[in-house]
């Protein structure tokens, strides 16, 4: 039973955090971490990435265009594109750390001590890689509420709202914090060899005595 709820929690784990790298990845890319609804032409709405900014228009789809320069960038964006990749790059690592540490893998099965500790490792890993996830994303976030809210700006002048990729980057976060909480319990919990039950067959003894007077001859026997 211990093994099979540890390896459980290794499987629910490592695929936890291969959701959240996904995510996270997709959400470096999407262009829709701001959106814009202009009031005086409803068919026209502004989005904005990390990379780019669009417009979509139902007549004519969508069109984008690449930032020019990254020192031009808001310092919310610069920030959120490097924290973004050193998400990425930590949610490879953590996978491939976690996977030599899969009890199901037979990769270095002799040697349990070196693979808890790539286990622990990777799911270090993963929490940091949650945690740089969520910042970049929060920090756009509050930007944004602080601009839509803000009294200086006239009101004619059209504010940014939520982009969909801000919830996908929450969402890929808590997943990869709960995955790396995942493998952190199983790496905790009772070790495999411990929890496998040997059974020995019963030894059976014949007293010598009975032997020696069983092999002599039926003459002799009384």
Not at 181 to 186: G, T
């Amino acid at each position: 039973m211990a093994l099979m709820s540890r390896t459980t929690l290794q499987l629910a784990g490592i695929l936890l955090c291969l959701l959240g790298w996904v995510l996270s990845c997709l959400t470096t890319y999407l262009p829709l971490w701001k959106s814009l609804n202009l009031e005086l032409n409803e068919l026209e709405i502004w989005t904005m990435g990390l990379w780019q900014a669009c417009v979509f228009q139902e007549e004519g789809g969508m069109q984008c265009k690449e930032f020019d320069s990254f020192l031009a960038l808001p310092p919310e964006l610069k920030i959120s594109r490097i924290l973004m990749f050193t998400s990425d790059g930590l949610g490879v690592s953590g996978l491939l750390l976690s996977g030599l540490g899969l009890d199901c893998l037979k990769i270095g099965e002799q040697q349990q001590r070196l693979k808890r500790r790539f286990l622990f490792l990777g799911g270090i890993i993963f929490w940091v890689s949650g945690i740089t996830a969520i910042v970049p994303v929060s920090w756009v976030a509050h930007t944004t509420v602080q601009e839509f809210w803000d009294e200086s700006i006239p009101d004619i002048v059209p504010r940014w709202d939520f982009g969909e990729a801000l919830f996908v980057g929450w969402f890929a976060g808590f997943c990869l914090i709960l995955g790396g909480s995942l493998l952190l319990c199983a790496v905790c919990s009772t070790d495999t060899q411990s929890s496998l039950v040997h059974y020995t067959a019963p030894e059976v003894r014949v007293p010598c005595q009975r032997l020696e007077r069983d092999n002599r001859p039926k003459s002799l026997r009384i």
